[in-house]
């Protein structure tokens, strides 16, 4: 089983609706997970993180844990043409004193005007 | 601008030469990560260098081979590379590297191996 497994999409959704990205990791202990986003060319930027089970808010943008369910998922509300781009989901593993970050492979997304 | 710089953006290069890439972070953070980023695959950790110290070899060819002088700089040495190492390379730095571990990534160098 991949550590984190995402759909790889492309995921396409008309612009001003809600998008929804969603995320499963196989590492039970895992306590710390991060959304970032990459545009097609440039580097990736962290856009949520997210440490205890429930929602948390950031603008537009919603991120939900589920631990028991080894879930994490980003919703986009009123999604913009400008948030096309790949959605990576990040988890982090720790081996002995260092935890490292394991990444999905990203769920493509495209918002059409 | 993250405030992590990696030069040069583009690199081509034979199997036969011998290049570096490098990094160079302005956010005072204390551990340097490189990462490859191939087509359809995950971002891939190479190395992790906390407080100077390689503390992660992931399984890497001996053909890359990192340095890190400081806590601001981190390099990657590239030598006899292969062509399945094109790829997207990315460097990474926090400034801690354990429960949050807040990454943030340079540009990316993208290397072309012929």
């Known amino acids: 089983q991949k550590e984190v497994e995402q759909n790889s999409g492309p995921l396409s959704v008309p612009e001003g609706a809600i998008a929804s990205l969603n995320c499963t990791y196989s590492d039970r202990v895992s306590q710390s997970f991060f959304w970032y986003r990459q545009y097609s060319g440039k580097s990736p930027e962290l856009i949520m993180s997210?440490?205890?089970?429930g929602d948390k808010e950031d603008g537009r943008f919603t991120a939900q844990l589920n631990k028991a369910s080894q879930y994490v998922s980003l919703l986009i509300r009123d999604s913009q043409p400008s948030d096309s781009a790949t959605y990576l989901c990040?988890?982090?593993?720790?081996?002995?004193?260092?935890?490292?970050?394991?990444f999905g492979k990203g769920t493509k997304l495209s918002v059409k005007p | 601008e993250t405030g992590v710089t990696q030069t040069p953006r583009h690199l081509v290069m034979g199997m036969t030469n011998k290049k570096s890439l490098k990094c160079e972070q302005h956010l005072g953070h204390n551990a340097m990560y490189w990462y490859k980023q191939s087509a359809k695959k995950p971002l891939e950790l190479m190395f992790v260098?906390?407080?100077?110290?390689?503390?992660e070899n992931n399984s890497v060819p001996s053909r890359f081979s990192p340095e890190c002088p400081n806590s601001s700089h981190l390099f990657l040495h590239l030598h006899t590379l292969q062509p399945e190492d094109s790829a997207l390379y990315l460097c990474?730095?926090?400034?801690?590297?354990?429960?949050?571990?807040?990454?943030?990534f340079g540009a990316g160098t993208r290397l072309s191996v012929l």
């Open positions: 997210i440490y205890s089970n």
């Open positions: 990474a730095s926090s400034q801690d590297s354990g429960t949050e571990n807040i990454q943030y």
């Open positions: 260098y906390s407080l100077e110290e390689r503390v």
């Open positions: 990040a988890v982090i593993r720790y081996g002995g004193s260092q935890g490292n970050l394991i």
